[in-house]
């Protein structure tokens, strides 16, 4: 085997995220924490150094990591939290106290690790990819800063996920779908059974509400481990959401105690059960006693997160949605209709080629008077017209449109949003949704609060 180089120290945040973006992309997987466990080892395991809150499943895992990070931070914990894919830089991933790595911070977080990178390659018949190392550089930035609790988001999966050679004393399962299916496969049980590695011996297994099949893998494993359950629905949940200007009021029923009047400045359904199970996922961490219903309020009024039903535009209204799989597509649809009153509302799609356009665009169809296609920049991207192709199989000829710049297909999207009367509505009453992936999201947030 050829020795690899010893890398040198990167000087700016753009040689450090060049140097991590030559490594094996995220989408390239080979199922092992040989490699992860070997490289957290040499840098003296940081992983050790704090408890863990440990989320998967495959949709809201960043908001849901969101609000267990700001609800930590009430209670006066110094916290880390690591999320993927980010929306607009790298940086995005590794926060602590709730806030990006400045650029300075993540070249020091790179230095940090990079020596060691190359005794990894050496030793391991596959080289470190760009998430092992991320994940690594997370690990110890967390354990430099030092952080009381690391709140943590796999990347994929859950058993074989580098993140976890964290051992989490709290597990977050949110709800189990059908995503990732050349990795993952397609039936949810199998995809569960990986989803369920992270629910270590001793830990408390916070549950979001599943399908029967899916709920018994995960509370199998939970027994086979040791572990304490908490289920949406049994031991926590939603009481009561009414939509609110700006978001929507919820009763919640936590593990210690029922919680009124929470104003969440998020929208959906689906943002309410995420806030249930983050609050179960707190109170599991935080001990017997119920939280200060005053500091519950105050820290989810704080919450935001980016690219997830964002406004970022007025006249006409572009929301941003980073949905990327039917599932994801059906959450976010229902909150459009039950926190908006847009028509004619116009969608800007764009995917990436390995997921399930088809049932993305299906999800959307009763909700979209038009679909602009486009694609990201991204290699993985679909190419617009071949989106275009299966969107007017499902939308019907007149309603898809192409634009394969992204900038492009969000003018086109608002002239039709403007306009109205085309589809029948009066002026001025439309809007833009930009949707399909994170990618796809994350450009349109940059192109428009550039524009802005």
């Known amino acids: 085997m050829t020795e690899t180089p010893h890398p040198r120290p990167a000087e700016s945040f753009a040689e450090a995220e060049d140097a991590l973006l030559s490594r ?40 849901t990591s969101r609000m267990i990070d700001t609800l930590l931070q009430a209670l006066e914990l110094r916290t880390g939290r690591f999320t993927s894919p980010h929306l607009e830089r790298m940086s995005e991933r590794i926060c602590i106290d709730g806030a ?24 391991e018949p596959y080289p470190l990819s760009f998430f092992e190392t991320i994940v690594a550089m997370a690990y ?81 494993r939970a027994a086979e481990v040791g572990a304490t359950v908490a289920r949406e629905g049994l031991e926590f949940g939603v009481v009561s959401r009414v939509p609110a200007v700006g978001g929507q009021l919820l009763a919640l029923q936590g593990l210690r105690g029922r919680y009124d009047e929470v104003f969440l400045p998020l929208h959906g359904a689906h943002q309410a059960q995420n806030a249930a199970v983050a609050l179960a996922a707190v ?8 939280l200060a219903e005053e500091l519950v309020r105050a820290a989810f009024a704080q919450v935001s997160s980016p ?9 006409p209204t572009v929301v941003l949605d980073a949905a990327h799989n039917p599932h994801g597509a059906r959450a976010t649809a229902a909150a459009l209709e ?12 764009g995917v990436m080629a390995d997921k399930d ?32 192709e299966v969107a007017r199989e499902v939308f019907g000829p007149d309603r898809v449109s192409v634009a394969p710049r992204l900038l492009d297909a969000i003018d086109q999207a608002a002239a039709l949003a403007e306009a109205g ?32």
């Open 357 to 388: 356009h088809e049932g993305l665009l299906a999800a959307f169809e009763p909700h979209l008077a038009h679909v602009v296609c486009t694609q990201n920049s991204t290699d993985r991207a679909l190419p617009a017209a071949a989106l275009a």
């Open 307 to 315: 690219g997830r039903l964002e406004v970022v535009r007025r006249g």
């Open 100 to 123: 990006p790595l400045t650029d300075e911070e993540f070249v020091h977080a790179f230095n940090d690790v990079a020596p060691y990178t190359h005794l990894v390659d050496d030793q």
């Open 24 to 63: 094996w992309p995220e989408t390239r997987l080979e199922p092992s924490l040989d490699r992860i466990r070997l490289f957290t080892h040499l840098l003296g395991d940081p992983q050790t150094a704090y408890p863990v809150v440990h989320l998967t499943g495959t949709n809201g895992k960043t908001s």
């Open 338 to 349: 039950d926190s908006f009153a847009f028509h004619p509302l116009v969608g800007v799609v």
């Open 283 to 290: 109170e599991a961490f935080a001990g017997e006693q119920p």
């Open 140 to 220: 110890a930035a967390f354990a430099d800063a030092p952080v009381d609790v690391a709140v943590v988001e796999v990347g994929m999966g859950g058993t074989w996920d580098a993140t976890n050679v964290a051992d989490a004393a709290v597990a977050v399962v949110l709800p189990v779908a059908v995503d990732h299916e050349r990795y993952l496969g397609d039936d949810p049980v199998q995809i569960a059974v990986e989803k369920a590695g992270i629910i270590k011996p001793g830990a408390t297994a916070v549950l979001a509400q599943q399908s029967a099949a899916v709920a018994e893998v995960l509370l199998r």
């Open 421 to 452: 009367e085309a589809f029948g509505d009066a002026p001025g009453s439309g809007a833009v949704l930009v949707t399909g992936s994170v990618v796809t999201v994350g450009e349109a947030r940059t192109l428009l609060r550039r524009g802005a």
